[in-house]
């Protein structure tokens, strides 16, 4: 069972900065495909940005393009968000998935087999 833990929420003025992190317990890691998604109150849970297995191939929601990115450490079993131009809509809570099965970039929640319990990310105006 592959465990995620994501880690790097906190509340920030608009405009702000932040980097979430998200350690996947599986050596295998290095061959997943891994997604942030972000849930805020009463919301579905919606893709925000996915990197493939290798960290060639980026994909990222249009509301954070230029602002957000993607990228992973295989070598640490990581993968990050960093997260600038922050603004209140983007507060949510974020979550890291993993995809085992192909190690490709995804936008649907339903192909990631294993998610992280989420943090916190409140940015405020």
């Known amino acids: 069972q592959v465990q995620l833990v994501e880690s790097g929420g906190g509340l920030v003025q608009a405009g702000g900065s932040l980097r979430l992190s998200c350690v996947a317990s599986?050596?295998?890691?290095?061959?997943?495909?891994m997604g942030w998604f972000r849930q805020a109150p009463g919301k579905e849970r919606e893709f925000v940005a996915g990197?493939?297995?290798?960290?060639?191939?980026?994909y990222y929601a249009d509301f954070v393009k230029g602002r957000f990115t993607i990228s992973r450490d295989n070598a640490k079993n990581t993968v990050y968000l960093r997260m600038g131009s922050l603004k209140p809509e983007d507060t949510a809570v974020y979550y890291c998935?993993?995809?085992?099965?192909?190690?490709?970039?995804?936008?649907?929640?339903?192909?990631?087999?294993?998610w992280g319990q989420g943090t916190q990310v409140t940015v405020s105006s």
């Open positions: 990197i493939g297995w290798s960290g060639g191939r980026t």
């Open positions: 599986e050596r295998t890691f290095s061959s997943f495909a």
């Open positions: 998935a993993a995809e085992s099965r192909y190690g490709v970039v995804t936008t649907t929640l339903s192909a990631y087999d294993y």
